[in-house]
């Protein structure tokens, strides 16, 4: 299963942004993922993409290598904070 957006920034241009990508455990090594990314590369370039991009955990060693085998590189960190919710009455958790 994966999903995607097609979204224009600064950085990139016009990309596609990869969502979610995900081969379940007892199908991975099988070539599906290869697939799935050739798919979104099709779908890039028909769409006149000029970058994919992905987030993954840093933590993911095993995804990060599937990027590189992809022809993907680390170009930045991804940073983040949760937010408490902020009803109209007031800061909760």
């Given at each position: 299963m994966s999903g995607y957006w097609i979204e224009h920034r600064l950085?990139?241009?016009r990309f596609l942004y990869v969502d979610h990508f995900i081969v379940s455990g007892a199908e991975r090594s099988k070539?599906?993922?290869q697939c799935m990314w050739q798919a979104l590369?099709?779908?890039?370039h028909?769409?006149?993409c000029e970058h994919?991009?992905?987030d993954t955990f840093v933590t993911n060693s095993l995804a990060q290598r599937f990027w590189m085998n992809?022809?993907?590189s680390i170009v930045?960190?991804?940073f983040g904070k949760p937010l408490a919710?902020?009803?109209?009455n007031g800061w909760m958790k």
């Open positions: 950085c990139y241009g070539g599906i993922g590369e099709q779908i890039a028909e769409r006149g994919i991009a992905l992809q022809g993907c930045g960190l991804h919710c902020r009803p109209a």
